[in-house]
């Protein structure tokens, strides 16, 4: 007997957790050594004292009714089920506990055995663990074998709209989706069978369900706490809205990079097309003016040649009269020639934005009513031409020639498209545009001119108005039209900082709008035109710098021949050296404005540090490299383009020389 004694007191003192025997009246009868440590009392201060003085004081004169009535029904079970329980220690301090009461019989009388374990580690580790799981950044619920949610964290409260009283005890199927929530259980069942950490629904579109009935799109991962009939699933729901919005936004933009690259490409295809429409044009439209020059020269040298040599004599039908008015007819082709080639690339300098222009401060109706003759005379008896002008229309800035090739041209091409009479209208009026106004027209928004012409003929077809403004485009039979007439007024109207819109339908004719922005000077007065000056001679001592032999040796002749003293140069390097070496005054600066190694104008400005006082006048066809914004000429820039006539030059020179430039 006193060995099986020996051997339950030596496990009484192994015990981890403390153990009291507490007799009928109360008072502690036994303590082993994990009490007296956990209490902080000796052995000696424990027994005989009432087991209350290891009770909190705030429930320490509730604790005798507590005996009573585990004494009157002494079973083993835990102490106080449901409600946090506490211990004292003799410090005065208190610690939270797990206390377990079982009655045991002696020869003495019944005692009761209370087994108090210390609980503060997992208390702290269970806080420790509650903070993190309130501040995962994802909703986190556990879920048990009933599928009952017995855990939610603060993220799971805001993601899906209930209170956590409201969410604890519901089933796991009130956040899952109607069209889901039939077959939930047969997969929560089927993981609590295999609970290993896996994300749910691998490969699949999941969704969850607010407390609203929206529903919203997630990712879910599981795992198991604990085992057996106890273990708990936690599963870990992150809201991936933000992020499929972002990955949609990605795809969008690649997707929307991928067009615009398409796109461009696209468009490189179109202006090469373009390009190649453009030089085929050129060259055609060109080759038939060479053609006549070549074939008319020919025929000129050829009777010139006879006539220097006594031959052709032998055709008494053709007198040298006429042999000479036939020569005379021949260069006059070869004039002509030369005017509708100085007329097509002026065009197509228009068309590119790159002619000199000089606008003035003009009203619309103006120009239109100086026109209006000339209008009725293109346009013939069976044609009606109706004017609606708008009083006290806004001024514009603009050159007046380009304004009345505009008219002229939209004039023209509403004529050849009512072969059968119609009616053409010309409408001014102002408008104002807003932001949403002036983006139907890539403009900025503010105070515009609008003219619009409009006819009744044969309309044009979708395809057609998008091809309209295309350079050698026409829909008219070949040798009616060069193509360059809308492509010009286009050109015309973008470099004025306008736009232009075509509204068609086939059959019920046409309608061009063409918008101006307005200026607030007020328009120039028509300043009376100049005398023509009748002595173009001079003797002033002219610098002609062209590159191009031919038109230097022209220009040579012309200046020549008129009196003035020459000097020559084939580029600007050898300019510079023709100036230092010359003695003498140098009168004025003749030179092309774009040449090799070195531009008109650096020659001008490398001149000038050496002579002050020397005129300059650029010549050119291509004056980009002279032009400020919108097509205007620097200011103190005086230009004659190519090609000229000798009267023409010769006038400008002397302006230039008198310092009376004219525009």
């Not at 067009?259 to 085929?280: F, V």
């Not at 200011?635 to 009376?660: N, S």
Request: glycine share 8%.
């Amino acid at each position: 007997m006193s060995a099986v004694w020996s051997v339950s007191v030596a496990l009484l003192e192994a015990a981890p957790d403390a153990i009291l025997g507490v007799d009928e009246r109360g008072a502690i009868v036994l303590a082993n050594e994990q009490s007296v440590r956990m209490f902080g009392y000796p052995l000696s201060e424990l027994i005989g004292q009432p087991v209350e003085i290891l009770v909190p004081e705030g429930a320490r004169h509730r604790h005798p009714a507590y005996r009573a009535t585990y004494a009157a029904d002494p079973h083993a079970r835990p102490m106080g089920a449901g409600i946090k329980l506490a211990g004292r220690r003799k410090d005065g301090g208190e610690f939270p506990a797990e206390i377990s009461l079982s009655p045991v019989v002696t020869d003495t009388g019944r005692l009761t055995a209370v087994v108090v374990r210390d609980v503060s580690d997992r208390e702290r580790a269970e806080a420790r663990f509650v903070g993190l799981l309130e501040a995962a950044p994802d909703a986190i619920v556990g879920v048990d074998r009933a599928g009952l949610i017995v855990m939610a964290n603060a993220q799971a409260v805001r993601l899906f709209g209930y209170r956590r009283d409201d969410l604890i005890g519901r089933p796991i199927e009130i956040l899952v989706p109607e069209a889901a929530r039939q077959g939930h259980p047969q997969h929560r069942d089927a993981y609590f069978g295999d609970p290993r950490p896996r994300p749910m629904g691998a490969h699949l579109q999941l969704a969850a369900r607010r407390r609203d009935g929206t529903e919203f799109p997630v990712e879910i991962s599981l795992s198991a706490l604990g085992t057996g009939p106890d273990t708990i699933v936690s599963a870990a729901i992150r809201d991936i809205t933000e992020r499929l919005e972002l990955q949609a936004e990605r795809e969008r933009l690649k997707a929307q990079a991928e067009r615009e690259r398409l796109q461009t490409r696209l468009h490189q295809a179109e202006r090469l097309e373009s390009l190649g429409q453009l030089a085929g044009g050129v060259a055609h439209d060109f080759n038939n003016l060479l053609a006549v020059m070549l074939n008319y020269t020919a025929f000129v040298a050829e009777e010139v040649a006879e006539l220097r040599d006594g031959s052709g004599d032998d055709r008494p039908s053709q007198t040298a009269h006429e042999r000479w008015t036939r020569l005379l007819n021949d260069i006059g082709q070869i004039r002509r020639a030369g005017e509708r080639a100085t007329e097509l690339t002026h065009q197509l300098l228009a068309f590119g934005r790159r002619e000199v222009v000089r606008p003035i401060v003009l009203d619309l109706n103006t120009v239109l009513s100086d026109v209006e003759q000339l209008l009725h005379r293109t346009l013939g008896e069976h044609i009606w031409l109706h004017s609606m002008l708008a009083v006290d229309l806004w001024p514009v800035l603009a050159d007046p020639g380009q304004i009345e090739q505009v008219i002229v041209n939209l004039a023209v091409n509403a004529r050849d498209a009512m072969p059968d009479g119609g009616t053409l209208q010309i409408q001014t009026r102002n408008r104002t545009l807003t932001t949403g106004e002036a983006s139907l027209h890539d403009l900025p928004p503010g105070r515009y001119v609008e003219m619009q012409v409009a006819d009744t003929g044969v309309g044009m077809s979708p395809d057609v108005i998008e091809r309209a403004c295309e350079p050698f485009f026409t829909t008219k039979p070949k040798g009616e039209g060069t193509g360059l007439g809308l492509a010009t007024i286009y050109g015309i109207v973008s470099q004025a900082g306008g736009a232009m819109r075509i509204a068609s339908v086939p059959g019920a004719g046409t309608q061009i709008t063409t918008l101006f922005p307005v200026t607030d000077a007020q328009p120039t007065r028509a300043e009376a035109p100049c005398p023509e000056r009748r002595d173009r001679r001079g003797g002033e001592t002219v610098l002609v710098v062209e590159d191009e032999e031919a038109l230097r040796e022209v220009t040579r002749r012309i200046l020549d021949r008129n009196g003035y003293h020459v000097l020559t140069a084939a580029d600007g390097a050898e300019a510079v050296k023709v100036a230092d070496a010359y003695p003498a005054d140098i009168d004025l600066l003749l030179t092309d404005v774009v040449m090799p190694k070195m531009l008109g104008k650096e020659v001008a400005a490398q001149l000038r540090s050496s002579r002050p006082d020397v005129r300059v006048l650029f010549m050119s066809g291509y004056a980009q490299p002279v032009l400020a914004c919108q097509g205007t000429l620097d200011p103190g820039v005086v230009l004659i383009g190519k090609p000229f006539t000798e009267p023409d030059l010769l006038d400008r020179i002397r302006a230039v020389l008198d310092d009376t430039p004219r525009d």
